[in-house]
């Protein structure tokens, strides 16, 4: 019933931007810690950029808080990430989390497929 679906990526120079989109169904994002993480090959899945529920306190890893910015649209049920300056060092998958732990309820993690960001000059 769940379902997030990442988009917005693609092939950018070095200093270039883009806006990623994470549409999600079956779940109010509103309700839910959401996040941006990346992945580049061989590497482990590292933490962009999230927002909670529902006070929405962003979080963003280090060196990235002045170039990236998060956000939640609850209308259209989509958060974004907007990302500045890219670095071909940040060439890599680019995926969406929702999570949410409630009391006496089994937690709820769930991600998308990813979308690609290659970082080129």
């Known amino acids: 019933q769940v379902k997030i679906v990442e988009s917005g990526g693609g092939l950018v120079q070095t200093g270039g931007s883009l806006r990623l989109s994470c549409a999600a169904s079956?779940?109010?994002?509103?309700?839910?810690?959401m996040s941006w993480y990346r992945q580049a090959p061989g590497n482990e899945r590292k933490l962009v950029a999230s927002i909670s529920n529902p006070a929405g306190i962003t979080n963003y890893a280090d060196s990235l808080r002045d170039r990236f910015t998060i956000a939640r649209d609850n209308d259209k049920n989509t958060v974004y990430i907007q990302m500045n300056s890219l670095k071909p060092e940040e060439t890599a998958v680019y995926y969406c989390n929702a999570h949410r732990i409630i009391k006496f309820r089994p937690p709820f993690d769930c991600w998308g497929q990813g979308t690609q960001v290659t970082v080129s000059s």
């Open positions: 079956g779940i109010a994002v509103s309700s839910y810690s």
